[in-house]
């Protein structure tokens, strides 16, 4: 493997936060067990511990470490982050009915809904529980609002992605509702815990949501060209569920008659037949939607980058400004 390739900034970043992260990691499953429940621990154990990158509770365990926080609650907040982001995958999983995450069969196809839902509910609660133990009412606020941002993005996407009329305005709504959110609050609480500067946390909030919606587009312009293994999912779920996501948009607008009924078939309609994914891709390419969705994540990654310098000096704001580079990367 190239050197390059084998040290990326979350391998960086995993090292400056090692010790921090096996104390997140044990808290975490600490915290998921259950005594009365063994289903819970299995259905969590089965997601948690699927080699997930952990980027959210490593973001909030940099801010903290960034602003020069030297106590015990950062790991508490980095594991509620955890917690939140799990809850919303065991729920994504059964809205979408899904089949594979992290390149495993989903807890909803192993397990069952109910238990997915119940589950996932569970955590929610844990991640409450985890916070309070702050005694920051602060930071109770921002990930109590994150959580709700969540979950209106998500209700959102429900109408808007299959409604060809849905414009990049909607699509930037929803992805900061079910995407960004939990990555500004995971930078937000780092900064508030450690009790930086107002500018300070407003830095970290902005970064955070620029980075979750770099990271977003590059997940949906990988549906159309990444491989299974890269996004842990299989290519062209995004297609086969009708989500109307950034490239297929920017596609709509430039649409003649003949390929809006093309997309009013499949994705309004859900009226899919074989060859209709390839056939999308042509038409993607054709009017130049991936690259043009390319160069928005880029140019959020750009954003992400330039809120970093108010921040203070530290090794780990240069390994920040690489990781915006780093969840685009995916994309050239």
């Known amino acids: ?110 397990w069952d809904n109910k238990s997915s839902v119940l589950v996932g509910d569970y955590l929610l609660a844990r991640a409450f529980q985890l916070m309070t133990e702050t005694g920051v009412m602060r930071v109770l606020e921002i990930l109590s609002n994150a959580s709700a941002t969540i979950s209106e993005g998500e209700v959102l996407q429900l109408t808007a992605a299959q409604d060809l009329a849905t414009d990049e305005a909607i699509y930037l709504q929803v992805v900061r509702g079910k995407t960004a959110a939990l990555f500004s609050a995971a930078t937000e609480v780092g900064g ?19 980075l979750g919606i770099a990271f977003q587009i590059a997940d949906d312009l990988l549906d159309y060209g990444g491989t299974s293994a890269s996004i842990g999912k299989n290519t062209g779920d995004d297609f086969r569920e009708r989500k109307l996501t950034l490239p297929v948009i920017k596609a709509v607008a430039q649409a003649d008659s003949q390929e809006r009924e093309f997309w009013r078939r499949t994705i309004e309609q859900g009226n899919q037949a074989d060859g209709d994914l390839e056939q999308a891709i042509e038409i993607l390419l054709k009017r130049g939607a991936l690259d043009a969705a390319r160069e928005d994540a880029f140019a959020w990654a750009a954003r992400a980058r330039n809120a970093l310098p108010s921040l203070p000096d530290h090794e780990l704001r240069p390994i920040l400004s690489d990781l915006a580079d780093f969840v685009v990367a995916r994309i050239t």
Not at 192 to 210: N, P, T
């Open 1 to 110: 493997m190239d050197a390059a390739v084998a040290d990326s900034p979350m391998d960086r970043l995993s090292r400056e936060l090692e010790s921090e992260m096996a104390a997140v990691n044990d808290l975490i499953r600490e915290r998921m067990a259950s005594r009365h429940a063994p289903r819970i621990p299995e259905v969590t154990a089965h997601l948690v511990e699927a080699g997930g990158k952990r980027l959210r509770p490593m973001l909030t365990l940099a801010a903290a470490k960034l602003c020069g926080y030297q106590g015990p609650y950062h790991v508490h907040l980095a594991a509620t982050v955890e917690f939140i982001h799990t809850a919303t995958l065991l729920h994504d999983d059964v809205v979408d009915e899904s089949e594979q995450r992290r390149g495993r069969p989903t807890a909803n196809l192993l």
């Open 192 to 210: 508030v815990i450690a009790s930086a500067q107002e500018s300070q946390v407003r830095a970290l909030f902005d970064y955070g949501d620029a």
